[in-house]
C-alpha cells in the first residue's frame, strides 16, 4: 500500500517555482521595462511571510480547529450520504478525507490536484470532521450513537431553515488565506464524490492576522469585542468543560468534542438605531473597547454585582454577559469559536449578515442547551438576532498517524 505522504506531491516544491517565476516577472519588469513573466532559471524562491509558512499539525490527541487560534477564512459544511453509502462506504470517505486533510495541512497537495492553492503554503489550514445524528441511521450504528447527540431542543426564537440544518456529515476548514480555504473544500468535495453530496455550506471570515496592533479578541459584525469570556486552556476546568474524557461516553468520542453550530442573522439596521451607550447595556460591555460596565479593561472579569451609585446593577438584568455567565447557569460554558458571515443584501437592502455560531463542549446539555434556554428567556441581545439555522455534531478526536478521523467508531 502506498503511504499517504508519498502520494503526494510537495506543495513547497511548487511554491519554489512559482515564487520564483514572480520574482524573475518583477526583476524582468524593473530592468526592461516589460510586464514579464518571463522565468530566469535558478531563481531562488522568495520566503512566505509567517503567516503562509503556519502550519497546524493534523494529526493529535484532538482534531485541529477547535483550540486552534481563529483564521481569517472559514468553510462550514455539511455533507449528506448519497442513496446506497453505508458504513463501508463511509469509511472509505474518512480515510481519503483525512490523507487529503493531512497532506494539505501539511503544505502538500493530494494525487491529481487541481493547483488552486500551489504557490501558498499552509496559512494555518485546519480541517476538522464531525458526524451528524442521521450519519448513525444511514451507516447502522444508531447502537453507537451518543446520547449527547439527541436533537437540540427548539427555542421561542428559532427560524430554521430544515434545508440549511443539520446533516450527516460536518467539515470545518478554516484558513488565513482565501484560496487555501477554497482550494480544501473542493478538494474535499471531489473526494466526496460518488459516497456525499453537500448539503449547505456556510462561508465566514474574520480578522486577518496582523491586522492589528492590540492583542485583542475578535470583533463581530455589530461592531463589539467577542471571544473574550471564553474558556481558556489554562483553567482547570477547560478540558472537562470542551472535551469527551478518555473512558468517557461512548468510547468512541474519546478527547472528541460537540460542535453547536448556528447561523444567526443580526438585525443590524435595528441595532445601528440604538444609541452607544444603549449598546453597551445591551451586551452588559463598552463596544469601544470590550470592558465590562463593572469596570477594568477587557480581560477584568466580569462582576455580577456592581452596583451605580444610584443603586441599579451596572451590568443590567438582561445584559448578555449576565444572562449567558456560567455563574448564571449551574456552571455551563462552551468555547465559542465562531466566524462572521455576510451573504450580500436582501432587495430592501437589509444585511443578510451576522454570525457562524460555533460552540465547542464536552456535552451540549451541559453548555450551549441551558444557557440558549435561558438567553431564550431573557437576554437583551435577542430582539437583534435571529437563529437561522441549527445543527448539532459529534466530532471525534484526532487520528493517531496512519489512522484516519472517526475510525474507531468506524472500524471497532
Ligand atoms: C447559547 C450561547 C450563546 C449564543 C447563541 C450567543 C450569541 C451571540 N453572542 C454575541 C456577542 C457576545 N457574546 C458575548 C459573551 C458570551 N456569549 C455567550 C453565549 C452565547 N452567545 C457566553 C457564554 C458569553 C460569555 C459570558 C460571560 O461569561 O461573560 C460577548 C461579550 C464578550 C465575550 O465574553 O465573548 C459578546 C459581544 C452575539 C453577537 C451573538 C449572536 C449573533
Ligand atoms: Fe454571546
Known sequence: MMHEHESTISRRRLLGTAAGAGAAGLVAGAAGGVAGHALASGDA???????GAASVPFHGARQAGITTALQSH????AFDLVAGARRKEAAALMRRWSAAAEAMTQGGAPDGDDLVAADAGPSSLTVTFGFGASFFDRTGLKSRRPDALAPLPSFSADALDADRSDGDLFVQIGADDALVAFHALRTLQRAADGTARVRWQMNGFNRAPGATARPMSMRNLMGQVDGTNNPKPSDADFEERVFVPAGGDPEWMAGGSYAVVRRIRMLLDAWDNLSGEQQDRVIGRRKSDGAPLSGGTETTPVDLGKQNPDGSLAVPGDAHVRVAAPSENGGAAMLRRSFSYHDGFDADGVPDAGLLFVAWQAD????????????????????????????????PGGAKRGEYVGQRL???
Open 364 to 395: 451540549p446539555r451541559r453548555g450551549f442547551v441551558p444557557v440558549q434556554r435561558k438567553l431564550d428567556r431573557g437576554d437583551g441581545l435577542s430582539r437583534f438576532l435571529r437563529h437561522e439555522t441549527s445543527a448539532l455534531f459529534a466530532v
Open 45 to 51: 524562491p522568495a520566503p512566505l511571510t509567517s503567516l
Open 74 to 77: 472559514a468553510h462550514l459544511v
Open 410 to 412: 468506524l472500524e471497532s
